[in-house]
């Protein structure tokens, strides 16, 4: 009996020094992560929208989306959004901008852990090209009737992406004119 | 001497995947492609010295009942460490190897080799060990990494190198196809150990 106290205390001093250690590399290292990730989603939306400024719109706590306006006119030049769904292993994260018509200028998968060499494959342009020009209604994959070509062995993964988009282009779609409404009905 | 020998083992004496049978899990799944092997063979060397190192150093203070659970203790917290710090500071590398770091923490290479080598030997062995195992690990994922990159997708290392006409094989880059390679290898492996 003594004997298992003991080395349970044993394990319980090793995992607490562990989980210090753990702790503070952490609070070291995630404000210089989020940084960067911050950084990163500039680029991105400058890459999405070029020579523009943007403008953060809260949706609701799971979706926001930025306001794209050229730099020297203010006209609205398009929106960027994150769209995310579980693929196969875990949530799939897309970046994509659309023009005020609400086509795709393009898309950028900015996280995602799907199984490399099939899934993984989502993030390199030969896939990513394709959502250029597409609209809400070609979104889904080939297989079920979209214009999306599947990457093969990852029909999960192609499925998650084009139907997160297809969801949050939706979404941002609706807040947009309902924006517009009331923007309309104040002024009258 | 004992140095050199213990390196070299693990290359194809004791090849930790094809003669030991460890870490079959990366070994299918990661085997895709080459550039892939590689990242996964590279990231795992790295852990795998150091937590041989780690573990060689506390064999004395660890009592024997317990020590698989601080082992995993010990490789899980250094995995997040390494995992944390790459990607706070070497974004581009972690970009390239960060979905294969979480996958080393159950690559029972590590654990098997802490368990079986680490804590019987020293410092400087264990880390001859770590090396070995690691390089072997990472060659024989290439191999097979190899065989399906080019079957299933017609590409070497993202470089094209059959005909643009061939029709990819496409079972050889799915699960099937790593069972199949793997099994194939290990066959061959085994009619040539027969021979000497």
């Not at chain 1, 050229?70 to 030049?77: G, H, L, R, S």
């Not at chain 1, 889904?140 to 992406?161: E, N, P, W, Y």
């Not at chain 2, 085997?31 to 937590?51: E, H, K, P, Q, R």
């Not at chain 2, 196809?177 to 492996?189: D, E, S, W």
Request: proline content about 4%; overall charge negative; some cysteine.
């Amino acid at each position: 009996m003594k004997l298992y106290l003991k080395l349970g205390f044993i394990l319980l001093v090793v995992t607490v020094i562990a989980t210090g250690i753990l702790a503070y590399v952490n609070s070291i290292t995630a404000p210089q992560i989020e940084a960067l990730k911050q950084e990163e989603a500039i680029k991105s939306r400058e890459e999405l929208i070029p020579d523009s400024i943007f403008e953060e719109v809260e949706v609701s706590p799971d979706f926001s989306y930025f306001i794209a306006r050229n730099k020297d006119t203010e006209e609205i030049q398009g929106y960027t959004f994150i769209a995310s769904q579980r693929g196969y292993s875990d949530n799939v994260k897309t970046m994509a901008g659309v023009d005020p018509d609400f086509k795709l200028t393009g898309i950028k998968v900015v996280e995602q852990s799907e199984t490399p060499g099939l899934g993984a494959n989502c993030t390199g342009p030969d896939f990513t090209k394709q959502f250029q020009g597409k609209t809400m209604e070609d979104l889904m994959a080939d297989k079920d009737g979209g214009k999306i070509k599947s990457l093969s062995g990852a029909t999960i993964t192609t499925r998650a992406i084009a139907s997160s988009l297809k969801q949050a282009i939706q979404t941002l779609q609706q807040h947009v004119q309902q924006q517009a409404q009331t923007i309309q009905e104040d002024a009258q | 001497m004992k140095f050199f020998s213990e390196l070299t083992k693990g290359i194809i004496k004791e090849n930790p995947i094809f003669v030991i049978v460890l870490g079959m899990c990366p070994t299918l799944a990661v085997s895709t492609s080459v550039d892939n092997a590689l990242g996964m063979g590279l990231a795992a060397t790295f852990v795998l010295i150091c937590s041989n190192m780690m573990i060689s150093l506390i064999k004395g203070i660890v009592p024997a009942q317990i020590r698989i659970p601080i082992y995993i203790v010990v490789i899980a917290a250094f995995v997040s460490i390494i995992n944390m710090a790459m990607e706070a500071y070497l974004p581009d590398l972690h970009k390239a190897l960060g979905i294969f770091i979480p996958l080393i923490v159950v690559n029972c290479i590590i654990l098997g080799r802490a368990e079986a080598f680490a804590s019987k030997n020293n410092v400087l062995n264990s880390m001859a060990d770590g090396l070995g195992m690691g390089l072997g690990f990472t060659l024989s994922l290439s191999v097979v990494a190899t065989i399906r990159e080019i079957l299933g997708n017609g590409t070497w290392l993202k470089m094209q190198v059959l005909p643009s006409t061939y029709d990819p094989m496409l079972v050889a880059i799915l699960a099937p196809g790593a069972f199949i390679t793997l099994g194939l290898l290990m066959a061959v492996m085994n009619i040539i150990k027969e021979k000497n």
